[in-house]
Structures are given as structure tokens and as C-alpha cells.
């Protein structure tokens, strides 16, 4: 004996399954590890002893999330170097009694990726992350946890536009990068 369905279930299922088929069709991912172009492996992360050791891990995690096949600077073909950070804490906001109301946390980070032979790929360039939160003098021990936690969120999002910025890297790419600076090594 076969059951019929309810008509309002199959429209249920068939508006699932049409917003599953929209949504990969659209190269929609959920939230997570952005791709990383396989052309671009293997790849040395290099962080200068003034990068915090959080935003170097986040950058690290981001790239195990995205199967990149990280090795040290003597055996990758890439590398990626991460410079010059800086981080910076400003009152963005003043009360009526002449204290900050706000802060706003600033991150700084240089980047570049150069082949083994030291071409650059990606120029050194300058990625910044900020949030502004309110401060409370009345409950300092909690902002402080606040802050803490917010630049932590700041380091992540760092290592996010660090990975975006390689996404471009794909192999055609970084072989018509290489094929130009050839060129314009025999020119010279």
C-alpha cells in the first residue's frame, strides 16, 4: 500500500531542494576558509618576531582549513610574509565629564607573496581591521575582557583578507606573473 503525500509536503520538499540547487549553483560556501587556489603549494608562511603568535596561527588555521600544504620557507615554492604589524587603541568617543565613552581598536599587517625566486606575486600591502566598543569605567575588569576578545576577532579577520588576497593566485595566474617577470628580465 502506498501513501500519497500532502501536497503542501511536496511543494515543502521541492522549495528545499530548488534553494539547495540555487544557492551551489551560485558558488554560495557556508562562513569558514576561503578558497585557496591549489596552484599556490607548496606554501611558507614567514611571520616577523613583531606578529602576534595569534595572527600568525589564524593565518596557519585558515590555510589547514583550505588543505594548503604549508612547509617551511627552504622547501615551499611560495612564500608568504607577513610585516610591520601595528595595533592601536583610540578613544573615539568623549562623555559629558571628559572620559572616554569609546574606544576603537585598530590592526594593522604588511603582506606579499613571492615565488622562490623572489618574484613578487602580490606586492607588500598594507590589510587593517578596526572595532569600536563602548567603554564603561564602572566595570572596567569586563571591558577589559571585551577588548581581549575583540582582538582576537581582529586577528581573525586579518587572516581572512590575508587568504582572500591569495584567492586570485591561480595557477594560469601566477605562470603568466612568472612568464612576465622573465620577460621583463631579458629586456633588461
Do not use: W
Not at 571628559?98 to 618574484?119: C, F, K
Not at 569586563?142 to 581573525?156: G, M, N, S, T, V
Amino acid at each position: 500500500m502506498t501513501r500519497k503525500m500532502h501536497p503542501a509536503r511536496i511543494a515543502s520538499v521541492a522549495g528545499c531542494s530548488l534553494l539547495s540547487l540555487a544557492l551551489a549553483g551560485c558558488g554560495f560556501q557556508l562562513r569558514g576558509a576561503p578558497p585557496v587556489p591549489p596552484g599556490l603549494q607548496p606554501l611558507a608562511v614567514s611571520c616577523v618576531e613583531q606578529i602576534p603568535a595569534e595572527l600568525c596561527d589564524a593565518v596557519n588555521k585558515q590555510l589547514e582549513l583550505g588543505e594548503i600544504d604549508l612547509r617551511s620557507p627552504e622547501k615551499a615554492d611560495y612564500l608568504l610574509r607577513l610585516r610591520g604589524f601595528e595595533q592601536d587603541r583610540r578613544a573615539s568617543a568623549i562623555t559629558v565629564q571628559a572620559s572616554a565613552a569609546e574606544y576603537t581598536l585598530r590592526q594593522t599587517v604588511r603582506m606579499d607573496v613571492l615565488t622562490r625566486d623572489e618574484l613578487p606575486l602580490i606586492a607588500e600591502t598594507s590589510l587593517n581591521s578596526s572595532e569600536t566598543y563602548r567603554y564603561d569605567d564602572t566595570n572596567v575588569l569586563a571591558k577589559q575582557r571585551e577588548e581581549e576578545e575583540l582582538r582576537q576577532q581582529l586577528y581573525e579577520r586579518l587572516a581572512q583578507q590575508i587568504i582572500f588576497r591569495l584567492a586570485p593566485l591561480t595557477e594560469a595566474r601566477v605562470t603568466e606573473l612568472k612568464k612576465a617577470a622573465e620577460e621583463n628580465e631579458d629586456a633588461r
